[in-house]
């Protein structure tokens, strides 16, 4: 497959996406946070791979309908109109994580070694319990 052919892949996939997206956010709708963080890293990792495959040719040697410039807008655009909401899941996940991390943290080790403990010797104890009264 060409290179270009890869930029009309691309532009055929996002475009519409993007176009959606607009329109959404022009009609006042509340887009998901979640929605707009897993759309921002599929953008990413697709167009990632266009500078390992694209060696950057002087103008003079490209073709005429080179779509380089045609994608690559339309990644900005994208990317820029899914920043924000993405940003914010990203730091409500991650302040989540913080938070859940500090509380385990903060539970003494005796404490959760005891609870270990006990779930181990409960079903034990009961075994044998049981057996003494036969």
Not at 17 to 39: A, M
Not at 94 to 102: A, E, L
Not at 112 to 128: G, H, K, M
Request: glycine letters at 0%; a neutral charge; hydrophobic letters at 30%.
């Amino acid at each position: 497959m060409t290179i270009n052919k890869r930029y009309v892949d691309f532009i055929t996939k996002y475009r519409p996406k993007l176009e959606y997206h607009l329109k959404r956010l022009n009609f006042g709708e509340n887009i998901e946070p979640s929605d707009c963080f897993v759309e921002r890293f599929n953008l990413i990792h697709e167009y990632r791979k266009f500078p390992y495959l694209d060696p950057d040719l002087p103008q003079e040697l490209l073709p005429e309908n080179w779509l380089r410039p045609e994608a690559a807008a339309l990644f900005d655009k994208y990317h820029n109109s899914l920043t924000e909401k993405a940003n914010e899941y990203y730091d409500l996940v991650s302040n989540n994580y913080q938070s859940f991390k500090r509380a385990k943290q903060d539970i003494p080790k005796t404490l959760t070694n005891d609870y270990a403990q006990e779930e181990i010797r409960t079903p034990v104890s009961l075994l044998n319990a049981r057996n003494t009264r036969l």
